[in-house]
């Protein structure tokens, strides 16, 4: 590192541990602040500014410095947001923004430093950050082990160049016929994995109210979004999900007389889900993917297979609205890749779905989200409503695209490479400096961020400076 900066930082309690390791060993101990909107963690605890400026008289009023329209998606991307009506979303929006352009003004920072923006709260951070010229650096796991991501909303930051042999090798790994990326357990889908994954948000739904209240909390995201999400994911309709998988979906894609396409369900709410999207008209996922399959259901088989952490979670609803509109759920314990192998295209919002096609079974994607990773000849995005309604012509072209080559595919990955740097993020939540495997974590973080911060300093800096806040 070739400078030194003052940053801020943005911690919650879960996280504060990993981020004050890392500032005070990247950036030096006494040049970070931490800022939190929970009680009893950080140094800034906006949390008093943002109920202060909730009881104020203009409460109801977004800041002057805040597009309609930006307030509009900041409002409709966050999972907590979208459970109030529009006018309580501006009073809790304004004072978050109002909090956190405070926060800034009061450290004035060369730099924020965060997770990846996952809610409002951070996104307020990440507006209010760049509106005055300051780079917002986001971090967040990637699904290729031993690297991490820049990223504030899933953008694709290009900032560093690899070299052609950390490509190959990078290809080399994921194309391990055991690899799977760490965040995804091998048995996610199990009936015991799912017992215990409903008993855990049975005891939050229970937990998280009373929290609100003992906190004196009670607009903390965390605490309110963890009941009520929670409360929706324990609704008895959700167990026993099994009876709407046909296992005969080998059978029924064999037989099918126009294109087999593959629709992975992603896991929701979650960051890569909610902002990652960079298409308002495909934005919430699941009417997303009930609009995709309304269209190309009709001329082609849709096999639609759940995200194997979200077997007990997610509401039924969906899979009846998919049933009826002629998709054919796949059972989530069948491998992606298998279902990659018998089909024509897969359709893709922002999941690591789309990369394993493109790289492991040399399936062609066509895209609603646009995430970083795009790029190369057998990838496809559509962006709109209109854009969906002409899509036999892109699938034809798609379609007609010869796999990628070998060294197509090395620069594949060297683009969404040029983005990451080397180091894991899996114990980025509750980390110890005496648990020997995240120590050596941290320190590999730690090198890799110290080593080329300067450099996406610079970049970024031109990109803050320039930049304007716009919706897809």
Known sequence: MDRRFDVLCYTGPHHEAFFRRLCGEVFGEGRTAYVSDFPGAGDIRTHEWFYGQLRSPGAARLPAFVPDDVAEDMAWRCRFLRRYPPDQQRRLLGA?????????????????????????????????????GIPFLGMTATMVNGYFMLTARGE????????????????????????????????????????????????????????????????????????????????????????????????????????????????????????????????????????????????????VKEHPQMVGYRATRLYEALRRKGAVLVPPGVPSLDLMDVSDAVLSWSGSAGIEAVLLRDTPVLDFGEPYYVSGRTTRTVRSAEELGAVDGTLAALFAEAALDRQEKIAYVGHFLSGYLPGGLDHIRDFSATDPIAAAEMASVVESLAANVGRWFAWAKVEAGTHHETVA
């Open 156 to 303: 694709h930051n290009t900032f560093r160049q690899p070299s052609e042999d950390e490509a190959r090798q990078v290809l080399e790994l994921v194309e391990a016929p055991r690899y799977r990326p760490a965040y995804l357990p091998s048995n996610a889908s199990s009936s015991i994995s799912v017992a215990k994954r409903y008993l855990r948000q049975a005891a939050k739904a229970a937990y998280f109210p009373m929290k609100r209240v003992v906190s004196r909390d009670p607009y903390n995201l965390y605490f309110a979004g963890q009941a009520a999400w929670a409360r929706e994911t324990i609704a008895v309709r959700n167990l026993a999900p099994g009876r709407f998988f046909d296992a005969g979906w080998a059978e029924r894609a064999a037989q099918a007389t126009g294109p087999v396409l593959y629709l992975p369900l992603q896991f929701t709410p979650e960051c890569n889900a909610d902002y990652w999207c960079q298409h308002r008209d495909f934005l919430l996922f699941e009417d997303g993917v009930q609009r995709v399959v309304d269209r190309l259901a009709p001329t082609s088989t849709i096999l």
């Open 96 to 132: 978050m923004i109002t909090a956190m352009d405070a926060a800034i003004e009061r450290v004035a920072p060369d730099l924020v430093v965060s997770r990846a923006v996952d809610c409002y709260v951070l996104d307020a951070l990440r507006f209010c950050s760049r509106r005055r």
